[in-house]
């Protein structure tokens, strides 16, 4: 079982909050990474980091940022919500080299009304 | 171009049949997993399987990685099975990269 874990599941919040989702991991990877996904849809990578100190813009161009302070820790900040922001966000976490099998969390639900 | 692609998009099974699920992946992707997501939008891990073949229960998955593709196998499926199949891949050992996704359903 995967030791990988987001909160809030669920979250609810007014336009123009800042809100950081939090994800941590207790395996020790190197890399973590966070996916937007709209319903049935498919995965976007956002943000993705090889290690502490180290973050990179994925594919899909986010208003979020992330930081990387320890090596368990990958938290997303949006410094001012909006109705285009809902969507789930889907953190993960890999180990650098050898078996990359990635493991993912519960995900958070974010909806800004 | 399309770096891991999956197919069929969609699939509809009555309540014991059995399917496969394909997906091909570019060189620049590798050490594949196979995921199912639940109706609560978890991911969970079905398989790791850069190579060969693995089985467990009804599921079973085989790569072929000088070939480019992977297969997963659902025998006997029951409406528990029903939700979206995933592949994805590292791509250069950086990125996971995913498949759009097969959507299952099936019926009773």
């Known amino acids: 079982e995967a030791d990988i874990y987001q909160t809030p599941r669920y979250l609810v919040i007014g336009t123009g909050k800042k809100i950081t989702l939090e994800c941590s991991q207790t395996?020790?990877?190197?890399?973590m990474y966070w996916y937007q996904q709209d319903p049935g849809m498919e995965l976007h990578l956002i943000h993705y980091s090889y290690g502490v100190n180290s973050t990179e813009k994925g594919d899909l161009s986010s208003e979020s940022t992330v930081s990387r302070i320890r090596t368990e820790h990958f938290p997303l900040t949006l410094e001012s919500a909006r109705p285009s922001h809902t969507s789930q966000y889907l953190c993960?976490?890999?180990?650098?080299?050898?078996?990359?099998?990635?493991?993912f969390g519960q995900g958070t639900r974010l909806t800004v009304v | 171009g399309i770096q891991v692609e999956q197919s069929p998009p969609d699939l509809i099974l009555q309540e014991g049949a059995n399917s496969t699920l394909r997906c091909n992946f570019s060189d620049s992707v590798n050490n594949l997993q196979w995921f199912h997501q639940n109706p609560w939008g978890q991911l969970i891990n079905l398989f790791y399987i850069p190579s060969g073949t693995k089985q467990n229960g009804r599921l079973s998955a085989t790569t072929v990685a000088t070939e480019r593709y992977s297969l997963l196998y659902i025998s006997s499926s029951q409406t528990t099975d029903s939700g979206v199949y995933f592949c994805a891949g590292m791509e250069y050992g950086n990125k996971l990269v995913f498949g759009a996704g097969t959507i299952l359903r099936v019926k009773s």
């Open positions: 395996m020790g990877h190197d890399k």
């Open positions: 993960a976490s890999s180990e650098f080299g050898g078996i990359t099998e990635a493991f």
